[in-house]
């Protein structure tokens, strides 16, 4: 998902104050989850948006999501500074791994200002990290962008496709309200080896055309929420081999504590669901998202 806004600072709650919650939203992080039997990744989080009443660091969330058996992230860049940021951040705990990118909103932000050319070169500059291991999120956003943004936004896409295939990365799709017009890009500019669609947000047609392509669909807490019957039926549909689970955190945080602060350790609410809704044993669950994961974006190691 990602907000269009430029990245919050990056706070310690050891050496800084907590804010006050600036609305009447509930600020406190929810409760952890019971573990899980097998270890999985949460394969997109931004730690550098902080939400909640205390800001947490980066080894405290780290810390917070392998108790409940979460084991490593990857943090995603949306603009040339949270790209900054992932690759400081993916020095810092070996229990990440980056990807970087201008976000489909951002793209024409940088051509009002005649910088996206310059901005797509750093991110492949960036993206020259061992430890980054996609370029995303990219792809196409019609609910925030129109008009002649549409077509900087499309631009912006088939340069991160290119970028992604010269440097062998996986691709990590930014998909709203453009399902077709993403498929058709891909198809149109010959797709990566390793596809996901980031927070998969389609249905039974969309998970279908990802088995058959084998493009990774990446779901998140929205598959828990009472109006998301698309997805559920997507997932119904879905290649096992080709599922992903992340949090897409601090946004979007599963049922029953959808409206607050969501993080990595929230993965295994999303997981159990997901268990429930395919009847699958909980622990194969897991272990296949795990390898699923790893073939992704390799090893953490």
């Known amino acids: 998902m990602c907000t269009s806004l430029p990245p919050a600072a990056y706070r310690d709650p050891a050496t800084e104050d907590a804010p006050e919650p600036s609305s009447s939203r509930q600020k406190a992080f929810p409760p952890a989850p019971e573990p899980l039997p097998v270890p999985v990744m949460d394969n997109h989080t931004h730690l550098d948006f902080p939400?909640?009443?205390?800001?947490?660091?980066i080894s405290a969330a780290l810390d917070a999501a392998a108790a409940v058996g979460v084991q490593g992230a990857v943090q995603v860049g949306c603009d040339l500074e949270s790209s900054r940021f992932t690759v400081q951040a993916v020095d810092l705990d070996r229990r990440l791994l980056g990807?970087?990118?201008?976000?489909?909103?951002?793209?024409?932000?940088?051509?009002?200002?005649?910088?996206?050319?310059?901005?797509?070169?750093?991110?492949?500059q960036l993206a020259g990290h061992p430890r980054i291991r996609a370029i995303g999120e990219t792809g196409l956003d019609f609910y925030r962008t129109e008009g002649d943004g549409l077509a900087h936004q499309r631009h912006s896409f088939r340069r991160h496709i290119d970028i992604a295939k010269r440097l062998d990365?996986?691709?990590?799709?930014?998909?709203?309200?453009?399902?077709?017009?993403?498929?058709?890009?891909?198809?149109e500019e010959g797709a990566p080896e390793r596809v996901v669609f980031h927070c998969f947000s389609g249905d039974e047609e969309l998970a279908r055309t990802c088995n058959q392509e084998g493009?990774?669909?990446?779901?998140?807490?929205?598959?828990?929420?009472?109006?998301?019957?698309?997805?559920?039926?997507?997932?119904?549909?879905?290649?096992?081999?080709?599922?992903?689970?992340?949090?897409?955190?601090?946004?979007?945080?599963?049922?029953?504590?959808?409206?607050?602060p969501n993080a990595s350790?929230?993965?295994?609410?999303?997981?159990?669901?997901?268990?429930?809704?395919?009847?699958?044993?909980?622990?194969?669950?897991?272990?296949?998202?795990?390898?699923?994961?790893?073939?992704?974006?390799?090893?953490?190691?």
């Not at 939400?51 to 660091?57: E, F, H, I, R, T």
């Not at 990118?101 to 051509?111: E, G």
């Not at 669909?217 to 080709?242: K, Y």
Request: charged fraction near 20%.
């Open 215 to 260: 493009w990774w669909m990446s779901f998140a807490g929205t598959l828990t929420f009472r109006n998301a019957g698309n997805l559920r039926a997507a997932l119904a549909v879905a290649d096992p081999g080709l599922v992903l689970v992340e949090t897409d955190a601090p946004f979007l945080t599963p049922h029953p504590h959808r409206g607050r």
């Open 51 to 57: 939400d909640g009443k205390a800001p947490v660091g």
């Open 99 to 124: 990807a970087v990118a201008l976000h489909p909103n951002d793209a024409p932000r940088y051509a009002a200002r005649g910088q996206l050319e310059e901005a797509l070169a750093e991110i492949e």
């Open 265 to 301: 350790y929230m993965v295994p609410y999303t997981v159990r669901a997901m268990a429930e809704l395919t009847g699958m044993d909980l622990a194969g669950l897991c272990a296949g998202i795990a390898a699923n994961t790893v073939q992704a974006y390799g090893s953490w190691d």
């Open 169 to 187: 990365l996986t691709l990590q799709i930014h998909d709203r309200d453009a399902h077709d017009d993403v498929v058709q890009v891909l198809r």
